[in-house]
C-alpha cells in the first residue's frame, strides 16, 4: 500500500512541476492606420502584423487586429481582458493614432470623429488607464508598448473649438506611471512625436521592439536598452523611447540561453554592460534584421542609418541583386512554380495553417540541408531553421520572412533533393498514386505541441516507477 502512495505522490509533483512550466502568455496586438476623418498611416497595421508573429514564436496566444473601428476594438479588448484574467504574461501593443487630454491619454479608433474635448471624453476614443487596468489587471507580469506618439490632427481640431476655455492637448502621449509587475514603454518621450517609418516598412520603435523583445536569454528591462539605442541610433537621435518599469524580478520573452548572453555579467542593479547596447551591437542587430531581405527600401535604410556602416559594401551587393533579378539557375530552378510564390508573405500565421507535425518539420529542414542549406533536423523550427530559411527564400526569390505559407511549401516539396526519400515523402507519393481528391482537399492536420516539461516529468515518474516495480518483483 505504501508503494501506492508513495507512487500517487509522485505522479502529483509531476504533474505539479510540468504545469509550473507552462506560463500562460496572452497579447492583444493592434494596428490602425486606415482612418476615415483624418490622414490615414500606413504602417501601424504592418507594425501589428510584424509584432504579432514574433510573439506567437515564443508562445503568445495572441488578440490581433488591423484598422478597428471603436465597437471593433472594444470586442478585441473584451476577448483579450476575459484570456489574460489570471496569467503569468499578459502583453498590450498598440500602433496608431493617440491623444493626451487633460493629462490622460487616448487611442484613437479608425472611425474617430473628434471635435471638442467632450468628443474625447465621451466615448469616440479609449481611455488607456481604464483598459490596462480592466484588462490586465490580475495577471503575474504586465508588458505595455504604445507605438502611438505620431503627429497627431485632431489635437489642432480640438484646440480650435475650445476658444471659451483653456484645453490641454498635447501632440504626442502624455506621461504614465505603472503600477507593480508593470513595464510601460513608448515610442518617444512624453508629449514628444514618433516617427512612423517609410511606408511599406515597420517603424523604427516596432521594428527595434522586434529586433530585441524576443532575442534568446535576453531579459526584458536589458532589450529595451537596445531598443532605446537602436532607434536613437536609426533616427539620428531624432527620437529616444521613454518608459516607466515597475517590475519585480526578471523577464524574459524567450529564455533560451545563448553563449553571448550566459558571459555577460550584471552589473548595477538593473543596468546593463556598456559593451551590450554599444553602436556597434545596434549596427549588427540592424544587419542582421534585413541582410536577407528582398526590399531594396530596407537595405537602403541601413544604408541611410550607417553610410559608412561595416557592412555598407554587402548591402550594397545584396540591393544589385536584387535589381539584376534572379539567377538564370533560380529561374530554372522555379520554372512551374506559382507566380504568388513570388510576392505572398509567409508568416507565423500562414505556416500554422500549413498544420505541419514534428515529423514534417524534420522533412523541411532535411529538405533544406539537402539543397544546401544546412540545418539541424531537431523537427522544431528554432532560430537556427529561421535564418536558413531565410536563406532558402532569399536564394529563390521569395519573400523572405523565415516562415512558411502553403505555396512556398509545396514549391519546396517540388525541388530535388540529394537526399534519399524519406517516409514522408513515401507516404505523399502513395497518396498521389492512389488519386484520392478529396484526401488533397482535406485540411492539414493540427500541430501537435507538448510541453518540454510534461517529458521530463513523465521520464522521471517512469524510472522511479520502473526502480519501485523491479525491487517489488525482487522481493
Keep these: 500500500m505504501r508503494y501506492l502512495t508513495l507512487l500517487t505522490s509522485l505522479v502529483c509533483m509531476a504533474l505539479s512541476i510540468s504545469a509550473a512550466k507552462a506560463d500562460r502568455r496572452v497579447a492583444f496586438v493592434v494596428g490602425n492606420g486606415s482612418y476615415k476623418n483624418v490622414a490615414q498611416l500606413p504602417n501601424p497595421p504592418i507594425d501589428a502584423k510584424s ?57 484613437l479608433p479608425v472611425d474617430a470623429d473628434i471635435k471638442t474635448e467632450m468628443d474625447v471624453k465621451l466615448g469616440a476614443a479609449i481611455n488607456i488607464d481604464l483598459t490596462l487596468e480592466q484588462t490586465m489587471g490580475d495577471a503575474k507580469v504586465k508588458l505595455v508598448f504604445l507605438d502611438a506618439c505620431r503627429d497627431n490632427p485632431f489635437a489642432a481640431k480640438i484646440k480650435s473649438n475650445s476658444a471659451t476655455r483653456s484645453v490641454n492637448v498635447q501632440s504626442g502621449l502624455a506621461e504614465m506611471k505603472s503600477g507593480e509587475g508593470t513595464l ?86 538593473g543596468s546593463v554592460p556598456a559593451s551590450a547596447a554599444n553602436s556597434d551591437g545596434v549596427e549588427l542587430e540592424y544587419w542582421r534584421s534585413v541582410k536577407e531581405s528582398n526590399k531594396p527600401e530596407e537595405l537602403n535604410a541601413y544604408l541611410t542609418a550607417y553610410p559608412n556602416g561595416q557592412f555598407k559594401a554587402l548591402a550594397l551587393a545584396r540591393l544589385a541583386a536584387i535589381k539584376s533579378g534572379p539567377s538564370t539557375a533560380t529561374r530554372t530552378l522555379n520554372a512551374g512554380i506559382d507566380p504568388a510564390t513570388f510576392t505572398d508573405e509567409a508568416t507565423q500565421l500562414t505556416e500554422d495553417q500549413i498544420g505541419l507535425s514534428k515529423t514534417q518539420r524534420r522533412d523541411v529542414q532535411r529538405r533544406l540541408t539537402g539543397l544546401g542549406f544546412d540545418t539541424k533536423q531537431t523537427g522544431v523550427f528554432g532560430e537556427e531553421t529561421r535564418s536558413v530559411l531565410k536563406r532558402w527564400q532569399a536564394a529563390r526569390g521569395y519573400p523572405s520572412s523565415g516562415y512558411l505559407n502553403k505555396l512556398q511549401h509545396k514549391a519546396m516539396l517540388s525541388e530535388i533533393v540529394a537526399a534519399p526519400p524519406t517516409a514522408s515523402d513515401n507516404s505523399q507519393k502513395a497518396a498521389r498514386r492512389a488519386s484520392a481528391p478529396a484526401a488533397s482537399s482535406a485540411p492539414a492536420p493540427a500541430p501537435q505541441r507538448s510541453n518540454p516539461g510534461d517529458a521530463a516529468g513523465a521520464a522521471f515518474v517512469g524510472g522511479v516507477v520502473g526502480g519501485m516495480m523491479g525491487g517489488m518483483f525482487r522481493r
Excluded: C
Design 51 to 107: 509584432m504579432a508573429a514574433t510573439l506567437r514564436n515564443v508562445g503568445f496566444e495572441v488578440i490581433e487586429g488591423a484598422n478597428l473601428s471603436r465597437d471593433q476594438m472594444t470586442e478585441k479588448l473584451l476577448d483579450f481582458g476575459r484570456k489574460a484574467q489570471g496569467s503569468d504574461i499578459a502583453l498590450f501593443y498598440y500602433a496608431g493614432h493617440g491623444i493626451a487630454v487633460g493629462g490622460t491619454n487616448y487611442l
Design 184 to 269: 510601460i514603454a513608448f515610442a518617444t518621450g512624453p508629449g514628444q512625436t514618433a516617427l512612423d517609418g517609410q511606408e511599406g516598412n515597420n517603424s523604427p520603435f516596432t521594428r527595434a521592439l522586434i529586433d530585441n523583445i524576443t532575442r534568446p536569454g535576453v531579459e526584458i528591462q536589458q532589450a529595451m536598452t537596445s531598443v532605446r539605442a537602436q532607434v536613437n541610433e536609426e533616427t539620428h537621435k531624432g527620437q529616444l523611447p521613454w518608459g516607466h518599469t515597475n517590475l519585480i524580478g526578471a523577464v524574459y520573452l524567450n529564455q533560451a540561453p545563448t553563449t553571448q548572453v550566459a558571459n555577460v555579467a550584471p552589473t548595477a542593479a
